[in-house]
């Protein structure tokens, strides 16, 4: 790493410690030791003192191994269960939109609304993880995924539909940026980026799963169950196998899966954060008979907790503590990197939701040749048509699309580390853009499918690149407090996106898919004003 590189981390980490705390760090508060290892020799030969070892040399002396392969399928399988939560919604519009009776405004509200919970779960999730814990926080946002996204296929109206989606989202909402922090908390750093990757490539997972799901039960006839007055049509039935992923991934991180070690050490809980590190060099050296090494730990010491004001209402002094983390990321040389993330997050985000939601409703317009937005005549004529029975070459080549993404996922586990998260992030947004803005001018049904494989493909290289380079851009005490605003921003954007193609695909079909195309661009260009994160230490 550069010396620039460990300037902007130690000016980033001093921002941190100063905006924690008006007053300032205690002199006496630079390094502390967190446990305090038996009696021996330590680095520099003298007897009797402790030897010590940051995050950094601790992760390294836990190994790599098993443990990380274990840790790697549990943390994917909870990032694949949120893919099939968002991504369901999209493939149950051209059926459900009869059952409900929906107009395009109102799949519009519907594929927003998820997002509308995940913009107000994202960032309390995050900054919850960052006070009391990782793991904690995980269990109990997936199980609001699993639970709600299962109690919204019994909803017999569209506005209980659309309030439990809502609630739903706010699970989603934790478990997205919360489960990337948890996850590099526990990696060495010469293997974080290709780590990182590889876990987002469980998105794909879950987008193929939902794909397939919807393939499978939605147009089967074997899928309709009664239940008393409510029938449950296919899709219903498809909502409820979409929310197993998440309840199955709660019950695995409240039985197997213990705290970060970094959230440990940075809160002070040495002998547990000892403690994981036992476990992972026990999981990764089973066939060894290596002795784990004895060592204490030592770090920064966090903002200390302990001097806050006593003035001011219980919930101002609450919202005071909430907020404080977004002026923190705002604030001195953390500045610039979150100005530019802000951006990154609001253009990829309002282009690939707004877009992707809206993939099964425009292949179903390509059915008899033409482009999306070349089919506006028989528009009348699609808005009547039954949705029964149910077509499945849309659910198709839906699954066609989502698995498109297995190149794009291939090549950043490979280049990660040698290219590095920003390149592979700007160039992601570049091509896209000009992907999206093909897809407007093609004039069949193929042409559509193969852009729209293009799309999806190159731009998972960038949410990707992004999930490594926000997860390395900022210091423990920040990190799921940033990727849980930064997703919110998101959050934002996809609602704006899906808004504004259910408003404007019937009237104007041109005008959301060239600006889907004007802001991935946009992000692109903006992108390379990120530092360079290529094998950074966690700080």
Request: net charge neutral; charged share 15%; proline share 5%.
């Amino acid at each position: 790493m550069s010396r620039r590189g460990h300037t902007e981390d130690a000016e980033a980490r001093e921002a941190l410690l100063g905006a924690g705390d008006p007053e300032g760090p205690d002199s006496d508060e630079g390094e502390v030791t967190l446990y305090k290892s038996p009696a021996v020799p330590s680095d520099d030969g003298q007897e009797g003192a402790p030897r010590r070892r940051t995050y950094e040399e601790a992760v390294e002396e836990a190994g790599f191994g098993v443990f990380h392969m274990l840790l790697l399928l549990v943390c994917g399988w909870a990032n694949a269960s949120d893919a099939v939560e968002i991504l369901c919604v999209s493939f149950l519009l051209p059926t459900a939109r009869c059952d409900l009776q929906l107009s395009s405004s109102d799949m519009g509200l519907l594929t927003a609304s998820i997002f509308l919970g995940m913009m107000f779960g994202g960032y309390l999730w995050g900054y919850l993880a960052d006070l009391r814990g990782r793991q904690r926080v995980l269990i109990v946002s997936l199980s609001v995924n699993g639970l709600f996204g299962a109690l919204a296929s019994l909803a017999p109206w569209f506005w209980l539909f659309l309030l439990l989606r809502f609630i739903s989202g706010v699970g989603v909402g934790g478990s997205i940026p919360v489960i990337f922090s948890y996850f590099s908390e526990f990696l060495p750093r010469l293997r974080r980026g290709a780590m990182i990757s590889a876990l987002a490539t469980f998105w794909m997972a879950g987008n193929i799963l939902a794909a397939g799901l919807a393939w499978w039960v939605i147009p089967a006839s074997w899928a309709h169950v009664a239940l008393g007055p409510l029938t449950m049509q296919s899709w219903r039935v498809f909502v409820v196998l979409c929310s197993v992923p998440s309840l199955s991934s709660a019950l695995i991180f409240s039985l197997m899966m213990p705290e970060s070690p970094k959230f440990l050490m940075e809160a002070g809980r040495e002998e547990e954060a000892l403690h994981v590190f036992r476990v992972m060099f026990a999981v990764n050296h089973l066939r060894s008979s290596k002795a784990f090494p004895m060592f204490g730990l030592v770090t920064s010491s966090p903002p200390s907790q302990s001097r806050r004001s006593s003035h001011g209402s219980r919930w101002g002094r609450l919202c005071k503590t909430g907020l404080a983390p977004i002026k923190q990321l705002f604030s001195g040389s953390l500045r610039p990197r979150s100005v530019v993330l802000l951006v990154v997050f609001y253009t990829i985000s309002f282009g690939y939701y707004g877009l992707w939601m809206w993939f099964p409703e425009l292949f179903k317009r390509t059915e008899d040749g033409g482009s999306p937005c070349a089919n506006m005549s028989r528009l009348p004529q699609l808005q009547n048509q039954s949705c029964y029975p149910v077509n499945t070459a849309v659910y198709m080549e839906g699954f066609v699309v989502a698995a498109s993404n297995l190149p794009g996922n291939i090549f950043t586990i490979l280049l990660m580390d040698s290219i590095g998260g920003k390149t592979l992030l700007s160039c992601s947004l570049l091509v896209s853009s000009a992907s999206v803005f093909f897809i407007y001018l093609v004039q069949t049904k193929a042409g559509s499918l193969v852009l729209s494989c293009v799309f999806s493909g190159v731009s998972v290289i960038g949410w990707n690149a992004l999930d490594v380079v926000g997860t390395e851009l900022y210091p423990t005490q920040l990190r799921s407090s940033a990727l849980g605003f930064f997703t919110g921003v998101g959050r934002v954007a996809a609602i704006m996106g899906n808004v504004v193609f259910g408003s404007l695909v019937d009237s104007n079909c041109a005008v959301p898919i060239l600006l889907v195309s004007a802001l991935l661009l946009a992000g692109g260009v903006v992108a390379f004003l990120l530092p360079q994160t290529k094998h950074t230490e966690l700080s």
